[in-house]
């Protein structure tokens, strides 16, 4: 190890006035008694034999755990739930209640922990955009609400939404049939409010910010001369008390309650305007209607509830303390391995509230090494004991970088132990030098490719129109609905191809990997979150069109 950087501030310093200090949002922390290293997801730290252990639940059912230091993502899980948590829901599992008097108690339980006027539990912070939205457009009618979403003769079924705001996540909220309206401006969001607007909806983001042109604290004032209520998606921060949207002007925030307040990976958190979430609630299971797939378990709004208070009592300097031991470990393991530099990024009070644990970012030369970031990270994510790091330069998001990112949020105590010996054990293992010339193609591909895509049910057809230069591939891929930029590679008869659509909102990432047999291509087609599906490509040998183009003299006689 050569270096070792503390960074204060990450990769964007937000806009002026959102200085947040991180020791002022939470009420004061409860002393711990005991001297004993703190562990904040329980007193049992993890070894390799109890990780490996073949009795493990996962395992008894084919599936083989991991150990994130990765952070909290939903397809990994989300976080692990605290102990007063899982008491809870074990304790609330035990009895019947009646479902509407359940959600009265936590919603006034919700609210005098946090300081906001009500609070819902949600089956997710996406199913509580959902059930905001619902609440808006019924205005709590049921006789409104059981036709979501056919609008047709309802008063409400438009929601404004600044353009930088527009996410995969307000698939939720279009699903209640809204139209949503883009805008960009404040000139322009003054102009799009009309008697059809039910709701103005935002995500969290540097564009938000206190300061920013279309911040919270400047579209909450334009909605609240209108009457409009603001919806604030802050999923992946922390919880503050009381909820620092509400005070800048919003109606109601969503939290994702799986993430860093550790409750149950599939509840949300909403929290505001009591009028509007009791209409939510009202469109939530056990209620008929467009939203009874929003089914929140009993123990599930208990345990939320548990979550809250403990995140709101935590020792959170004492967190923080734990994570830094994990992350101190790892830089002593890998110190000294040949060209391994390691520079950590901490939570920044300027950054607002979202990544709040540290992380360790390891770079080495990959000439020296014999490995790359992304080999790194596929290595320790395959093998036993499979671990979950990022490749690259993890928060300072420098894509030159060769490395991987630690990240402590998702880690339990002693896993940075086993994380830290297999990381030294890849980066230590004896390789051959990395190959940089490629095989030579056995064939051009140039032209035009008819594809047939089988997915799971269904059957596609796409289209390539493939230029090559040697080893080096472009071209366009057309999809299903559009056409994209396509690139990629061919060494011997190995191709690799990729392209993306980009909508507002989403993008699929489609990756072609396939094996070439005179004119017919077949293989692997990779689409991220969405899986893989099997494709075959073949040539299209039909000869262009040689006629000649006519150019009319004049503007046509008939139509």
């Not at 997801?41 to 390799?48: D, I, K, S």
Request: hydrophobic share 40%; aromatic share 6%; with cysteine.
């Amino acid at each position: 190890m050569k270096r070792r950087n503390v960074l204060k501030t990450l990769s964007l310093l937000p806009l002026a006035g959102t200085a947040i200090p991180l020791n002022s949002i939470f009420a004061s922390p409860v002393a711990r008694s005991s001297n004993a290293p703190f562990n904040p997801l329980g007193p049992v730290e993890v070894t390799l034999e109890s990780f490996l252990d073949k009795n493990n639940i996962y395992r008894t059912h084919g599936i083989e755990p991991i150990i994130n230091c990765r952070g909290i993502f939903t397809i990994i899980g989300g976080s692990l739930k605290r102990p007063q948590t899982k008491a809870a829901m074990e304790a609330a599992s035990h009895n019947f209640a009646q479902m509407d008097e359940v959600a009265d108690g936590i919603g006034q339980t919700l609210a005098d922990l946090t300081g906001a006027e009500w609070g819902v539990v949600s089956a997710g912070c996406a199913a509580g955009l959902k059930l905001v939205t619902a609440a808006v457009v019924s205005g709590g009618d049921p006789e409104k609400l059981v036709r979501i979403p056919d609008l047709d003769g309802l008063e409400k079924t438009e929601v404004i939404v600044p353009i930088t705001s527009r996410n995969a996540y307000d698939h939720s909220i279009r699903n209640i049939g809204v139209t949503m309206v883009n805008v960009s401006t404040l000139e322009e969001l003054k102009n799009a409010i009309n008697p059809k607007t039910a709701l103005i909806y935002m995500v969290n983001g540097d564009r938000s910010w206190t300061g920013a042109p279309m911040s919270l604290e400047n579209i909450s004032a334009i909605a609240k001369a209108k009457n409009v209520p603001v919806l604030f998606d802050a999923a992946n921060e922390i919880l503050t008390f009381p909820p620092v949207h509400l005070k800048r002007g919003a109606s109601i925030v969503a939290y994702s309650g799986g993430k860093a307040i550790c409750g149950p990976q599939s509840c949300g958190l909403i929290l505001g305007q009591k009028d509007i979430l009791m209409a939510a609630w009202q469109a939530s299971s056990p209620h008929h209607g467009p939203c009874r797939d929003n089914k929140v378990d009993r123990d599930e709004m208990f345990g939320m509830v548990a979550a809250v208070k403990v995140w709101k009592e935590m020792d959170h300097a004492a967190v923080r303390k734990q994570w830094d031991s994990y992350l101190d470990h790892i830089i002593k393991k890998v110190s000294g391995i040949k060209s391994v530099q390691t520079m950590i990024h901490v939570p920044s009070t300027l950054s607002g509230l979202s990544n709040v644990s540290p992380e360790v970012v390891i770079t080495w030369d990959a000439d020296v090494l014999n490995i790359t970031g992304a080999e790194m990270a596929d290595e320790l994510g395959k093998n036993k004991p499979r671990i979950a790091v990022a490749s690259g330069g993890g928060r300072g998001k420098d894509s030159n970088i060769n490395g991987i990112a630690v990240t402590t949020i998702g880690m339990q105590a002693g896993e940075e132990k086993i994380a830290a010996n297999r990381i030294y054990e890849v980066l230590t293992a004896k390789r051959s030098p990395i190959i940089k010339e490629m095989k030579a193609p056995t064939a051009n591909l140039s032209g035009t490719w008819d594809v047939d895509v089988k997915f799971y049910n269904s059957e596609g057809k796409h289209k390539l129109f493939i230029e090559q230069d040697g080893n080096w591939i472009k071209g366009t891929h057309q999809g299903g609905f559009a056409v994209n930029d396509l690139a990629g590679s061919i060494e011997g008869d190995m191709v690799k191809l990729q392209s993306s659509v980009r909508l507002i909102g989403d993008s699929i990432i489609y990756t072609f990997t396939g094996t070439l047999s005179g004119d017919k291509l077949s293989g692997n087609l990779f689409m991220g979150e969405y899986r893989s599906a099997k494709f075959t490509a073949t040539k299209n040998n039909k000869p262009a069109s040689k006629k000649p183009v006519f150019v009319p003299s004049g503007a046509p006689l008939s139509s």
